[in-house]
């Protein structure tokens, strides 16, 4: 499987492990000092009107651009653990 954040475009779908949408690829973020990154989901219709989840990069199972994300973890999990945004970002 091939993780290549840099290649994901704005509003590509994000999918838990479950086959569940979670949102949409809203942008990348790098942290400071670790260089661990981040992929920015909001969830909500069509990316609006939703929350920002900060889904950590070894969540993330397939990443390839042209195709949806799929992530490690379930949508449950991915809305429930990746809320809070990274305080170095």
Known sequence: M???LD??????DVFGSNGEKVG?????????????????VRTGFGGIG???????????AIAVMG???RLKVTHDVARE???TKPAVL
Do not use: C, K, M, N
């Open 81 to 83: 653990q990746y809320v």
């Open 24 to 40: 949409q690829v809203h942008g990348i973020a790098t942290e400071q000092g670790t260089g661990a990154r981040f992929l920015e």
């Open 67 to 69: 195709e949806p994300v």
């Open 50 to 60: 939703g929350a920002d989840l900060w889904i950590p990069e070894e969540a993330i």
């Open 2 to 4: 091939s993780v290549r």
């Open 7 to 12: 290649d994901l475009q704005g509003s590509t």
